[in-house]
């Protein structure tokens, strides 16, 4: 989750990722912050993203979109 944080961070640093769960329909991260997040995650993360998966509701806060990457990577 650290790694995933600091990601988010680098892209919003001043937006509080461990408590924001609006992150999409607040438009906190946009289209081409969710693109960038996608490539982050799987240079670190090893994980791909599919499209069906890029959907707000695994987008709107760190904590979704962490249980995103772990369900996929025991999909792998």
């Given at each position: ?20 769960c ?55």
């Amino acid at each position: 989750m650290e790694e995933l944080l600091a990601i988010l961070e680098e892209l919003h640093p001043e937006v509080d990722f461990r408590t924001c769960c609006t992150l999409v329909e607040d438009k906190i991260i946009d289209s081409f912050d969710i693109v960038s997040l996608i490539s982050e995650i799987h240079s670190e993360f090893d994980v791909a993203i599919p499209a069906e998966e890029i959907i707000p509701e695994n987008f709107n806060s760190a904590a979704a979109l962490y249980r995103l990457i772990q369900r996929l990577e025991e999909e792998d």
